[in-house]
């Protein structure tokens, strides 16, 4: 006898197709219902492990969303070009000269040459402490939006190309200089290493930076003309620069313009002497970063997964022996073998769906809340394609686990079944 | 006309064990059964006669050993699980000894279950449990579960169960193991009636006076009729 073939003969009013799968559904439902109680402890195993997997994905994805918008408020859409310091050479050996910002006026880029060296200020008589000294353009924050202004106004382009002796601080420059006090309208009195002095009138104070970069970007400095620090310091030669930022002008494309920036580099002092990076890139490892963790604390998550699964196929067996008399019944009734595999099928594969959908709710809730309190997380995410993959994935363990408990059930002898006690 | 039950030299062996320990019990030993449409059989005899063997096997739960056998005039042999399936829940009701009513299921869907098995439309198989619980005198009882009705009442929606079938054949196992004296007799009253609204009925039972109810009495011993093969 060949079941398959023969049941391929039958007429369609007997087949499986013959019964209405809303019916299955149903059944499965009702069943499910009668045992409250042991329906929803079998499974929370389920529930756990979809809401585990779901909450990581959906924390994943707004963690990089956070960090890619903290990183874009304290750096913009910029290319930063720097010499290369990885072969021991001295800072001053590959400047960024004059020439090389002409070559970079005709990329779709605002040019900001900077100038960095290091200087002093007394915080007690007698005692020195060192702080940065960056020069840069007059009107910073009109020429990069990253920065801007608490207090006071930025020093103006005709006061950089004047060199005159005004400077604008950070906010930690600006309380470690004036502590307790206003320092806007102050001067500030700065020493070079080798001793020479300098006298800064501040105009202005610069916003602390916000986001989770802000302890990056707090650093004490004091922002004065170029022109100003190549009259005045013993080390700095005119002409040449020592970093300089590119943001990009709207619709460019960072990677286009990056490699563009690298050509002129290496066309000019040949490859390696300069690194071209942007903040693109920053945000591409920091998303490979973020998708290695995401994969990790998912694949824990999914473990989770698992044992809801072994839980399910638990209840599962159990049901089937309980039910025993029942399935004799309905085979009696006429049910065939494939009608009663389908049924308990159902039965996991609902029972599972159910716990993904409350493991999805709770997901959800959680993320609702986090988004809330939690200042880091700006945009809540929850994706239908996560939504989707994780009630798939549920409806699977279900299928997977529910295939042991249906097939045992199917093969019950009816005969044996209706009299099991 | 086709008779209901026909069968010649059915014999039904059981094996257990293996290689030179298998013991093998002769269950049925050649039985040749005619039941004609309209019969009202009792299958009567001590217990290891084989009637419980030969009733699962008249019902389409067990198959022969050997010997032929056709319901309603459709040879049962080298049928499939799934077309044995059909063909009991098209021409066979059975109705239980200890009735198996599903318990959180109320009368009327109790009753609709083998139509679910037929896909029948929702409505229309709540529309014919509906009238098949009528024609039990339980129409008032609809809603109610198993647990809410008496012996005497769950065994009647077992047999609103196997009408509803309208099956060739209704096939009950001690229907009155488990009930009192008063409900026996409203029972072996319903199957009368049954019987003379033209239904094929075959009642297994030990019990004599179930036995006297039946036209006719097929006396089954050590695995054969001893009585009452032919009308």
Redesign the interface.
């Known amino acids: 006898?060949?079941?398959a073939?023969?049941?391929s003969?039958?007429?369609p009013?007997?087949?499986l197709s013959?019964?209405?799968p809303l019916?299955n559904f149903r059944?499965a439902f009702?069943?499910l219902w009668?045992n409250k109680l042991r329906s929803f402890l079998a499974l929370l195993g389920i529930v756990i492990g979809v809401f585990a997997v779901t909450a990581m994905i959906s924390l994943g994805q707004m963690a990089t969303a956070g960090i890619t918008q903290d990183l874009e408020a304290v750096a913009g859409r910029s290319i930063f070009v720097q010499p290369n310091f990885n072969e021991g050479q001295d800072f001053s050996s590959a400047p960024i000269r004059e020439e090389d910002l002409q070559a970079l006026q005709a990329l779709p880029v605002t040019v900001i040459p900077q100038l960095f060296t290091s200087i002093q200020y007394e915080s007690k008589p007698g005692e020195r402490r060192s702080m940065q000294l960056q020069g840069t353009p007059g009107d910073l924050p009109r020429l990069d939006p990253t920065n801007k202004i608490a207090r006071g106004r930025y020093f103006t382009d005709l006061e950089a190309r004047g060199g005159l002796a005004v400077a604008v601080l950070s906010d930690r420059a600006a309380k470690d200089l004036f502590p307790g006090r206003e320092a806007v309208g102050q001067v500030a009195r700065l020493y070079y290493p080798g001793g020479a002095r300098i006298d800064l009138t501040v105009v202005g104070v610069l916003e602390p930076p916000s986001g989770i970069f802000g302890g990056y970007g707090s650093s004490a400095t004091v922002y004065a003309p170029i022109q100003l620090i190549w009259n005045t310091s013993p080390t700095a030669r005119r002409g040449e620069y020592a970093f300089v930022i590119l943001p990009l002008k709207k619709g460019a494309d960072a990677q286009q313009v990056t490699r563009q920036v690298q050509r002129i580099f290496e066309s000019r002092y040949g490859k390696g002497k300069y690194q071209v990076q942007s903040t693109e890139s920053f945000q591409g490892t920091l998303r490979s970063v973020t998708l290695i963790l995401q994969a990790l604390l998912g694949a824990i998550a999914g473990l989770s997964l698992l044992v809801g699964g072994i839980g399910i196929m638990n209840i599962m067996l159990v049901s089937v022996t309980e039910r025993t008399?029942?399935i004799?019944?309905?085979?009696?009734?006429?049910?065939?073998?494939?009608?009663i595999r389908q049924q308990f099928l159902i039965e996991a594969v609902v029972l599972t769906l159910v716990g993904g959908l409350l493991g999805v709710l709770l997901a959800a809730g959680l993320l609702l809340l986090i988004t809330a309190t939690v200042p880091f997380f700006k945009v809540y995410i929850l994706s239908p394609t996560t939504v989707f993959l994780a009630l798939a994935v549920s409806a699977l363990v279900g299928l997977f686990f529910g295939v042991w408990p249906a097939a045992r059930a199917a093969a019950l002898d009816?005969?044996e079944a209706?009299r099991y006690e | 006309m086709t008779p209901v039950v026909q069968m010649q030299g059915v014999t039904k062996v059981y094996r257990s064990g293996s290689g030179s320990r298998t013991v093998e019990v002769h269950a049925l030993r050649g039985v040749d059964l005619t039941i004609g449409a309209g019969e009202y059989v009792a299958l009567m005899g001590p217990s290891g006669s084989g009637k419980s063997t030969l009733m699962?096997i008249i019902?389409l739960?067990?198959s022969p050993t050997e010997g032929e056998y056709s319901l309603g005039g459709e040879p049962v042999r080298?049928?499939?699980?799934?077309?044995l399936?059909?063909v009991?829940?098209?021409r066979v009701g059975?109705v239980?000894q200890a009735f198996?009513l599903?318990p959180?299921?109320t009368a009327l869907h109790n009753v609709a279950?083998?139509l679910?098995?037929?896909?029948v439309?929702?409505a229309e198989r709540l529309k014919r449990a509906k009238k098949a619980l009528e024609s039990v005198g339980l129409g008032d009882r609809l809603d109610h579960l198993p647990s809410e009705l008496s012996g005497g009442q769950k065994q009647r929606v077992a047999i609103a169960?196997a009408l509803v079938?309208e099956p060739d054949l209704l096939l009950a196992d001690e229907p009155t193991g488990n009930l009192d004296s008063k409900s026996s007799d409203e029972i072996m009253a319903l199957f009368d009636a049954l019987h003379r609204q033209g239904k094929t009925i075959v009642v297994v039972t030990h019990e004599p006076d179930v036995g006297a109810r039946a036209q006719r009495i097929v006396r089954l011993r050590d695995g054969k009729v001893a009585e009452g093969s032919m009308a």
């Open positions: 006898m060949n079941p073939k023969n049941a003969q039958s007429p009013q007997a087949s013959g019964m209405n019916e059944m009702e069943s009668g008399r029942e004799g019944l309905r085979k009696a009734l006429g049910a065939t073998s494939g009608q009816p005969i209706l | 699962h019902g739960l067990d080298g049928l499939g699980e799934a077309q399936a059909r009991r829940n098209q059975f239980f198996f599903l959180r299921l279950l083998p679910v098995y037929r896909g439309p929702v169960r079938q």
